[in-house]
């Protein structure tokens, strides 16, 4: 077999085992990345010396690039939580706009200011105030705020940094941050804002039958929620294997192995923080000593952080395009420096009005969930060095710059299969760009872009071996036909909106 045949071969049985060793064999995505990773150089020019240099080198590339970043980025996220700042936010919106306009203020300020907040927490808050704004939208209504909170969450997660996939697979293809957050806020916006009335549209012509599509209990407090999950209606019983998380890794929000919803601990603590706080009427969440209200930041103070972190690297992006040589300037708006100066900014609010213990609970659930996604980001950086160093990046580039399709779209397929074989949005984003580091910078099509296609295509079709599915079910009180409606769909209309954006956008870089 001649030794191109065979490289591709190989490279073939690499990633297919990736695919097949998480959704058949159940391998957390660390492990089967390794194995893939540790196979495809030990049966390439690489060699077993080269092999292991090449993990060490790709692992410490990527993580030089966003282990800061997307540590820190998850904190501000956390420290946004505590203070209660996003659902605050949007109700003020919501009185400055009307009714009216509620499905299009939840999904531009989740996709635009609030990426940084972990997908899974982001969920947890918004839900309760999608659920209670629902029915002034009409009969449909949880329906089309469902929809509207997917196009917001998952839209701002891969396009718009901070959010950690954005974060991620802007390390692993070496995108200047500043790009990757003015770039992403250009697709991301208009994504989220076309997707909600498209879904609306959908939706009108929808069979949408409450009985069979929302699901919905009384709890032991008098208030409705939703109601454990049902059997998979027709497709199967849970067979109580394990589900990756759409927005995580291996799932933070699963440790009972079954797909049952439940949350991280992160939005655990943040129910547990609502249920808390309930119990005292005219409380805020957040823990204080008993007989003592929360007090609350002025809202102008409470977005402070992110406002200032988000205008620091939109102006070093900026500067960079200006030419702007100053040091401070530079030191200022460096990605780093901004994250870390907006999240120190929400320490110390949130210290105003919160207590130590919360602050800290907070902080400690960040750095759990941002551990795996560093973890599985480095890993991926190693199978691109080991895909370099194999020759595969000129086969892959041959493919990719034959001019059969354009490459973007070619690298938004890429990450669509991924993501419908691997479940995971951040998974398939990561891998995708993990495969494409080596053949990047030789696509006729600025990284940036290369980054964005990417994420793009991990948006693609959402079903149930989701974790975020099954958390999205059932907070918002949905049968699984009725969260297929209204997540994978919304999801899909995302990916397919976002893409013609991005073709559009590269036609004038």
Known sequence: MPDEAL????????????????????????????????????????????????????????????????????????????????????????????????????????????????????????????????????PKGRALMGGTLTAGIEVGLVFVAPGVAAVAIAGILDVPLGQMFLFGLAVGLPTALLTTPSFATILRVM???????????????????????????????????????????????????????????????????????????????????????????????????????????????????????????????????????????AYVLASLVRSRDEIAGAIGSALAQCGPILVLSGISGSLGFVIERSGMAKVLGGAFSSGFLPPLLLVWIVAAVLHIALGSITVAGITAAGILAPIAGNLDAPLVLVALAAGSGALFVPHVSSNFFW???????????????????????????SLPIILAVSVFT
């Open 207 to 345: 069979k949408w039958r409450p009985e069979f599509d929302e699901i919905d209990e009384v709890s032991e407090t008098g208030e409705t929620g939703p109601a454990p999950k049902p059997a998979l209606d027709g497709s199967g019983a849970s067979d109580g294997s394990e589900s990756r998380s759409q927005d995580g890794v291996h799932p933070p929000s699963l440790r009972d192995g079954s797909k049952s919803g439940n949350p991280s601990p992160a939005a655990a603590a943040v129910q547990d923080r609502e249920t808390t706080t309930a119990e005292a009427p005219g409380a805020t969440p957040g823990r204080s000593p008993l007989g003592q209200k929360m007090r609350e930041l002025p809202l102008f103070l409470a977005i402070t952080p992110v406002l200032l972190t988000l205008v620091l690297i939109a102006g070093g992006a900026l500067a960079e395009v200006m030419s702007v040589d100053s040091g401070a300037v530079g030191f200022l708006t460096d990605p780093v420096v901004a994250i870390l100066l907006g999240a120190t900014l």
């Open 7 to 138: 490289l591709f071969l190989n490279t073939a049985i690499a990633i297919v085992g990736i695919v097949v060793a998480i959704t058949w064999l159940k391998f957390p995505p660390v492990f089967a990345l390794v194995f893939g990773t540790l196979y495809l150089g030990l049966t390439t020019a690489v060699g077993a010396k080269g092999t292991t240099k090449a993990v060490a080198d790709g692992f410490a590339d990527v993580m030089g690039d966003i282990g800061i970043l997307v540590t820190f980025g998850v904190i501000l996220g956390a420290l946004l939580t505590v203070t209660n700042t996003m659902q605050r936010l949007v109700e003020a919106m919501l009185k400055v706009f009307g009714e009216r306009s509620i499905p299009y203020v939840i999904a531009a300020t989740l996709s635009s200011l609030f990426s940084s907040i972990y997908a899974d927490v982001l969920l947890v808050l918004s839900a309760p105030l999608a659920r209670r704004l629902g029915p002034r939208l009409g």
């Open 471 to 497: 958390m999205f079910q059932s907070l918002l009180g949905f049968s699984t036909r009725g969260t297929i409606k209204t997540h994978s769909i919304p999801m899909t209309l995302a990916s397919v909106i």
